[in-house]
């Protein structure tokens, strides 16, 4: 759990996370993290697959293949359906390695690889 003791509670462990990531999460009472700012982790993804999408012409199920290699699963994620952190992460760092680098890309991928310390190149 990096740098924070073991014996926290989820809410101690959600403001520690804040103020070193520079991130509101939010967990639920078992801890598993609900939303990153405003915006789920779903809606994060959906909306950074939409942007996309727009930018690159590439249709929704062809990135479902290249995150998740399923071809619907954009499309259920838009129906209500949920995925784990790992597809999350997956997706996400798949995104900031994929973006076209002409095209700006949206504020959850930003914060996104700035969380993580990727840099596009």
Not at 4 to 31: I, M
Not at 38 to 67: F, H, Q
Not at 83 to 90: A, P
Request: aromatic share 8%; with cysteine.
């Amino acid at each position: 759990m990096g740098n924070f003791p073991h014996n926290n509670t989820g809410e101690d462990y959600c403001r520690q996370a804040a103020r070193t990531q520079r991130v509101k999460l939010q967990l639920d009472r078992v801890g598993k993290i609900l939303h990153t700012g405003e915006m789920s982790l779903r809606e994060s993804l959906i909306n950074t697959a939409d942007a996309y999408c727009a930018v690159t012409g590439v249709a929704v199920s062809r990135v479902g293949c290249e995150i998740a290699r399923d071809g619907k699963f954009i499309m259920r994620l838009k129906e209500g359906g949920d995925c784990t952190t790992r597809t999350y992460e997956n997706a996400m760092t798949w995104f900031s390695r994929s973006w076209p680098s002409k095209s700006s890309m949206p504020t959850e991928l930003r914060q996104y690889m700035r969380m993580r310390g990727i840099r596009k190149k």
